[in-house]
Nanobody, 118 residues
């Protein structure tokens, strides 16, 4: 099993920045790609960004140019630097990690709240 623990959420004004972190522990050898999703009240969970173990990244159109995902493979930690935050970025942000041995199987963190005030 893999445990994911997010940190770094909080309240920020529009235009501000936050950095989220997600630390993995447990059977970390099973982790392949990692990423961030978010879920706003009344909406479905959506992809924010992903990063492979080799460092290839993918972003939702809504965050391109504002958010940066990065990864420390030694610490098995993934980060999300969020700049130029907008009120519509308000959501619970979840970290996830893909199991390299089980196609379609993902581990999830408990989520961290990000609130952007206008």
């Amino acid at each position: 099993q893999v445990q994911l623990v997010e940190s770094g959420g909080g309240l920020v004004q529009a235009g501000g920045s936050l950095r989220l972190s997600c630390a993995a522990s447990g059977s970390i050898f099973s982790i392949n790609a990692m990423g961030w999703h978010r879920q706003a009240p009344g909406k479905q969970r959506e992809l924010v960004a992903t990063i492979t173990s080799a460092g290839s990244t993918n972003y939702a159109d809504s965050v391109k140019g504002r958010f940066t995902i990065s990864r420390d493979n030694d610490k098995i930690t993934v980060y999300l630097q969020m700049n130029s935050l907008k009120p519509e970025d308000t959501a619970v942000y979840y970290c996830n990690a893909e199991n390299r041995f089980r196609a379609g199987y993902y581990y999830w963190g408990q989520g961290t709240q990000v609130t952007v005030s206008s």
